[in-house]
């Protein structure tokens, strides 16, 4: 595992309430990278890895789902919407909270996903209350990942699931090299650390959970940094980043960063499915 001391919750929050904005203008409704197969538009590319995890997942209709780090409500939406599951989504950032609501609202989704400001490490759910949990690109964000995992256990059924997409640290030992690049990612993306495939693994089967399925899909996802980078290059997002603050800039600055580091296998992208058996 790849460990950051130096960032701090309120910097994430005060990330995710200043830059839903770009996120949506740059990417768009979906905060996590693209699946490609083949030349899909990345809009679409970022359903597919959506609509790919639920596959993955076997998820049913009609599902419980806890959406952890639920960002704009992207997959609470789509979940609701394709498979009308009761999702309720959670995040750290209010503004995210309320963009989440106000979109659902406004595509009148039914069933209505519930939104919730709050910190993922210190919420709680009822005991066997949910039939999936599901979280994409939030774990890198968590302090205490195994923590975490055990609290999420106990919020899933027996026969439920937990479906993650992380960014992944490759496995130990790293070369100097790939651990530097990695530490810049996290510096950049501010994530206090970044688990392996295997660490993932074993947090799962620690918590009571079977890892029923786990793939790495870094090569069908890191085009996503190349497209944002053109597209930084294309607009004037870095000039308005500049004026609200360097930790925006930090951000920008570090495309380039983690697509070096996918490049090099310092990180990959990882996807799991853990059942509680
Ligand atoms: C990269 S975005 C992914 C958003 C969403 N899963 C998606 O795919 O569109 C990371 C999300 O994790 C959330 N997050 C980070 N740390 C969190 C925490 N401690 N508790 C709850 N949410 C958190 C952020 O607010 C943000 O919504």
């Known amino acids: 595992m790849i460990e950051c001391p130096n960032i701090q919750k309120t910097v994430i929050r005060n990330h995710y309430d200043v830059s839903t904005l770009f996120y949506r203008l740059l990417w768009g409704p979906h905060i996590h990278h693209g699946y490609w197969l083949a030349d899909e538009t990345p809009a679409a590319a970022q359903i597919q890895l959506t609509s790919t995890l639920s596959t993955q997942a076997n998820i049913q209709p009609h ?9 704009m409500g992207g997959s609470s939406i789509w979940l609701a919407k394709n498979l009308q599951c009761h999702v309720t989504g959670v995040t750290l950032s209010p503004v995210q909270r309320q963009w989440a609501a106000v979109s659902s609202a406004l595509k009148r989704i039914s069933p209505k996903p519930t939104f919730r400001c709050h910190d993922a490490e210190t919420i709680s759910f009822s005991n066997e209350s949910a039939d ?15 923590t975490f995992f055990q609290k999420a256990a106990t919020w899933i059924k027996p026969g439920g699931r937990f479906a993650l997409c992380a960014w992944l640290a490759g496995e130990s030992p790293m070369s100097s090299s790939h651990q530097q690049q990695a530490l810049r990612v996290c510096e950049g993306m501010f994530c206090p650390s970044l ?58 600055d570090h495309f380039d960063a983690i697509l070096n580091a996918y490049n090099s296998g310092a990180m990959e992208y990882g996807y799991f499915v853990a059942e509680k058996v």
């Open 63 to 71: 599902s419980v789902v806890y959406d952890i780090g639920c960002g």
């Open 132 to 146: 999936v949990v599901w979280s994409i690109e939030c774990t890198e964000h968590l302090f205490d990942k195994p």
């Open 195 to 252: 688990g392996s495939q295997s660490d993932y693994v074993s947090w799962f089967e620690n918590a009571g959970l079977k890892v029923t399925a786990k793939g790495i899909w870094t090569d069908q996802v890191k085009e996503t940094w190349a497209i944002c980078r053109k597209r930084v290059e294309r607009t004037g997002v870095r000039y308005l980043a500049k004026v609200l603050g360097k930790n925006h800039v930090l951000f920008l």
